[in-house]
């Protein structure tokens, strides 16, 4: 019996030192609490200062939980947490944003869901450098999930880090982005901590 056991205790004992990165999801960047999708928070500023206002909720599938980022050699992805999965009867944008002083980071990952506010048909997903300019470019969207190429802009390569990344959710009115109407936000989160790309 005590073979039996010491055999099994030293199989088991690689797995249980490299146990949590076998399967272990990446961990936010950003967190945010539910119940708190109410128009209140952050409203002008942007700056992160009041992401966490309960005082009361308007809204589940534009309450924000967080953002996840991740990546491999091809792509970076940008998890976007809600209390429910959209889309929602009005029309909602949500998005994640880095690199930057609060309230005014440069690059953008948004995604516009279709609801009664607008004419969209189907999700569409968006990369936006609003300080170098140029044009929104598409990219993948699947439920909150966006994925984007690494080779789409120099700031996703590799040992890049995304700082100040923050999250909002907004009514989103009007057709296509450029077209659209993003506001009033509905809900803000405060600034999370910084995601250095790997590979």
Do not use: W
Request: proline share 7%.
């Amino acid at each position: 019996m005590k073979k039996a056991l010491s055999i099994a205790t030293a199989l088991s004992l690689p797995l249980l030192l490299a146990g949590p990165s076998l399967n272990a999801a990446p961990k936010p960047q950003v967190t945010d609490p539910f119940g708190d999708a109410n128009f209140v928070n952050d409203q002008g500023t942007g700056d992160g200062s009041t992401g966490d206002n309960t005082t009361a909720d308007a809204g589940n599938a534009s309450d924000l939980g967080g953002v996840t980022f991740s990546n491999d050699a091809k792509n970076l992805y940008v998890m976007i947490h809600t209390e429910l999965a959209p889309p929602a009867t009005q029309g909602i944008g949500l998005r994640a944003r880095v690199n930057g002083a609060p309230g005014s980071q440069c690059l953008l990952f948004e995604i516009y869901y279709s609801g009664a506010t607008n004419t969209l048909t189907a999700a569409e997903g968006y990369f936006r450098d609003t300080c170098a300019g140029g044009d929104a470019i598409p990219v993948e969207v699947l439920g909150t999930q966006l994925t984007i190429p690494r080779s789409t802009h120099e700031a996703l390569g590799k040992g890049k880090t995304l700082d100040t990344p923050q999250a909002q959710s907004f009514v989103y009115t009007g057709s296509s982005y450029p077209a659209g109407v993003s506001g009033p936000y509905i809900d803000t989160t405060k600034v999370g901590t910084d995601y250095k790309l790997k590979k």
